[in-house]
């Protein structure tokens, strides 16, 4: 069963940046379309990145420009570079593997906790 660990959260500053990291538990990792996904307190958990096989990278609109979805296929990770982050990123962050319509293909792993506060 592949697993997801998220690492790499914490607390930032508005404007400030985080970058966070997932190891993927598979051995086909390279074959699989990549996402980030996020979960606000009282929302519901949403797409915000996501990376193909291919290299091409999608984001939804409010985090276009700030974050950076990047993979490494020789070490089964994906990472998400956040720059000048917003009180709205608040959220918990994870990462999973990403089907065509962009939803999230497997279990979920624990998790990484961003707050964004002054």
């Known amino acids: 069963q592949t697993q997801f660990v998220e690492s790499g959260g914490g607390l930032a500053q508005p404007g400030g940046s985080l970058r966070l990291s997932c190891i993927v538990s598979s051995s086909i990792f390279r074959l699989y379309n990549m996402g980030w996904y996020r979960q606000a307190p009282g929302s519901q958990r949403l797409l915000v990145a996501g990376?193909?096989?291919?290299?091409?990278?999608r984001y939804i609109d409010s985090v276009k420009g700030r974050f950076t979805v990047s993979r490494d296929n020789a070490k089964d990770m994906v990472f998400l570079q956040m720059n000048n982050l917003k009180q709205e990123d608040t959220a918990v962050y994870y990462c999973n593997i990403m089907d065509t319509s962009g939803r999230a293909a497997r279990s979920w792993g624990q998790g990484t906790q961003v707050i964004v506060s002054s």
């Open positions: 990376i193909h096989t291919d290299g091409s990278t």
